[in-house]
C-alpha cells in the first residue's frame, strides 16, 4: 500500500528555538534591519556591499546553530511517510536534521550565484555553488565574470519554486504548518492548494486568522507542537 503523502509548509518559528531570529515578531530582524533595504533587489542594487556583509553575518551564525526537536521530528516523520518539506527558511536546518526533500522557496543561505546569469532567465540552478559558511565580497566573481550574490530570493523578484510547491501541496494527504505567520505570499496562499478531503494541521502559539473547517489548530511552539502532531496522527 502506498504511504501517505505529507506535505510540510515551514516558516521562521521552526528555527526560531534553535537560536535563529525571527523577522516580523516583536524583536525580530525586520525591527533591527529595514528589509527594503536587506531584503529586496532594489537593496542590491543600491549597495552590494552591505547586503553581503549582512548575509555574510547571517551565514556566520548559522555555522554555529544546530537543527531542534523540531527539525528532527520532521525529518521522522519519513519512516511512515511519503514527505516534501517546502520551507520559507534560508537555513540548511531541515537538511541537517535528516529531511530529504526539500524545496527552499526564498533561496539558501549556504549558496552563491552570478549577479548575472542563466538563473535571471530560466531559474537554472546551474551556475549556482555552495559555498557553506564561508564570506562572498564585492569583487568576488563567478566563473562567468559578474559579482556573486547571495542566492535569495529577495522582494521584488520571483519565487520560482511557487508552481512546484502547489504541485506538492495539492498532492498531499496532510498539510502540516509549522512556524509560519502566514503573511508573506506567495507561500501564505499555499494552504488553499491542498485537496479538499486534506486535513490541514498549523502548529503556531499565535492565533490563526483563517477559517476553514479542515483545519486543526495545534497552540504551541514547533518542537512542543510536533510532539503533539505526531500524537494526533498515531490517533487518527
Do not use: C
Amino acid at each position: 500500500m502506498a504511504r501517505k503523502k505529507i506535505a510540510v509548509l515551514t516558516g521562521a518559528g521552526v528555527s526560531a528555538e534553535s537560536g535563529i531570529g525571527t523577522f516580523r515578531d516583536n524583536g525580530g530582524l525586520w525591527d533591527r534591519y529595514d528589509p527594503q533595504v536587506v531584503a529586496s533587489i532594489q537593496g542590491w542594487y543600491q549597495d552590494r556591499k552591505l547586503l553581503l556583509d549582512f548575509y555574510n553575518m547571517r551565514r556566520a551564525q548559522l555555522r554555529d546553530v544546530r537543527p531542534n526537536a523540531a527539525h528532527r521530528a520532521i525529518a521522522a516523520l519519513e519512516e511512515d511517510y511519503d514527505v516534501t518539506v517546502i520551507t520559507q527558511n534560508v537555513d540548511n536546518l531541515h537538511e541537517r536534521a535528516g529531511s530529504s526533500r526539500i524545496i527552499h522557496l526564498h533561496g539558501e543561505l549556504t549558496k552563491v550565484r552570478p549577479e548575472y546569469g542563466v538563473y535571471d532567465e530560466t531559474f537554472s540552478e546551474a551556475e549556482v555553488i555552495d559555498i557553506g559558511f564561508e564570506p562572498v565580497h564585492l569583487g568576488d566573481k563567478a566563473p562567468n565574470g559578474s559579482q556573486l550574490r547571495p542566492h535569495i530570493v529577495w522582494f521584488g523578484e520571483a519565487v520560482p519554486k511557487i508552481e512546484k510547491a502547489v504541485e506538492v501541496v495539492s498532492g498531499a494527504d496532510i498539510l502540516l504548518i509549522v512556524g509560519t505567520s502566514l503573511s508573506v505570499y506567495p507561500a501564505a496562499g499555499l494552504y488553499r492548494y491542498a485537496a479538499p478531503g486534506a486535513p490541514i494541521y498549523i502548529i503556531d502559539p499565535q492565533d490563526v486568522p483563517l477559517h476553514d473547517s479542515r483545519i486543526t489548530h495545534i497552540r504551541a511552539v514547533a518542537t512542543e507542537g510536533m510532539d503533539r502532531f505526531r500524537e494526533l496522527l498515531k490517533n487518527s
